[in-house]
């Protein structure tokens, strides 16, 4: 699922996407740079750094989270803003 912004600026945050399997979700915002993009994710340092299977890719463990609520959140902030906190998506 993903929310994309329509004349965001730029540069700046153009959409934040989740991908879920089994209640593990990856979220990610695509933002412009300059003449370049960016993936802005979660990250957990103090998960296990192993390989999760999410729709058939592989992912690191620790991009990935199981807090629904966090991922309703972010949505929410983008919505909301039009960005989403570098201390949740960095």
């Known amino acids: 699922m993903s929310l994309e912004l329509l004349n965001g600026p730029d540069p700046g945050p153009i959409r934040v996407s989740v991908i879920a399997e089994s209640k593990c979700y990856l979220v990610t915002v695509l933002e412009a740079a300059d003449d370049d993009t960016y993936v802005r994710c979660y990250f957990n340092p103090l998960s296990i750094a192993e390989r999760v299977e999410v729709l058939g890719d592989y992912w690191d463990a620790r991009m990935l989270?199981?807090?629904?609520?966090?991922?309703?959140?972010?949505?929410?902030?983008f919505f909301e803003s039009g960005d989403v906190s570098r201390e949740l998506l960095n």
């Open 65 to 77: 989270t199981s807090d629904f609520d966090m991922v309703c959140n972010v949505f929410k902030a």
